[in-house]
């Protein structure tokens, strides 16, 4: 009985963890801090690197590699901003 209760218990917290991190994510990203966003996304890609979730660390993976590319994108117009301006 007790192994039922903790196979049903585990993937619930397992879930709330994640989902929390994914929340801390979003409001970084809505605050602008990129590293916070960053850090965040790491710790779900180990988070499920080590529990074996492929499912978790492809989407913080992804997550990543999206924010990533487009905080570089912004960095390159801004920047080129600032050029044509000068």
């Known amino acids: 009985m007790l192994v039922l209760l903790c196979l049903g218990v585990i993937p619930a917290v397992q879930a709330q963890t994640y989902d929390k991190l994914w929340k801390q994510v979003e ?3 809505k605050k602008s801090l990129p590293e916070t966003v960053i850090k965040l ?3 779900i890609y180990q ?3 080590k529990e074996k979730i492929e ?8 997550s990543l590699n999206d924010y990533v590319v487009t905080a570089v994108y912004q960095r390159m ?8 301006e000068q």
Do not use: I, L, V, W
């Open 27 to 29: 409001q970084a990203e």
């Open 41 to 43: 996304t790491g710790e």
């Open 47 to 49: 988070k499920g690197e």
């Open 55 to 62: 499912q978790a660390a492809t989407a913080a993976g992804q």
């Open 77 to 84: 117009e801004r920047e080129g901003q600032a050029e044509g």
